[in-house]
């Protein structure tokens, strides 16, 4: 079983830049997982995600902006966000997995998810 909580939103200007934590419970170590955002009135995306061969996806709106940093020895996946603008406004969700076949966490169904940190950029 894997819980995580997500920390380090807040708000920032367009251009700014913030680092959202995602802090895992497990007692294996973490494979799968990714970050998703929902904005209000909008559909849950993804914005990041490991893989399962282990390499790290963006969305393409992200792509050159955000960068996956995935600590595995603390237990925790962090989503270092630069140059944000104010589309980036949303809740951001941590979601993890448990094994190596990360195909629910990138499909945005992994079992366990986080209650959110926000993320407000102003123009």
């Known amino acids: 079983q894997v819980h995580v909580a997500e920390s380090g939103g807040g708000s920032v200007q367009a251009g700014g830049s913030l680092r959202l934590s995602c802090h895992f419970e497990?007692?294996?170590?973490?494979?799968?997982a990714g970050w998703f955002r929902q904005a209000p009135g909008q559909s849950r995306e993804k914005v990041a995600v490991?893989?399962?061969?282990?390499?790290?996806k963006y969305a393409d709106s992200v792509k050159g902006r955000f960068t996956l940093v995935n600590d595995y020895m603390a237990k925790i996946l962090y989503l270092e966000m630069n140059d944000l603008k104010p589309e980036d406004t949303a809740m951001y969700y941590c979601?993890?997995?448990?094994?190596?076949?990360?195909?629910?966490?990138?499909?945005?169904?992994?079992?366990?998810w986080g209650r959110g940190t926000q993320v407000t950029v102003s123009s």
């Open positions: 490991i893989d399962s061969d282990g390499s790290f």
């Open positions: 497990a007692i294996f170590r973490i494979y799968c």
């Open positions: 979601s993890a997995e448990l094994g190596r076949n990360c195909a629910d966490t990138v499909a945005g169904n992994a079992e366990a």
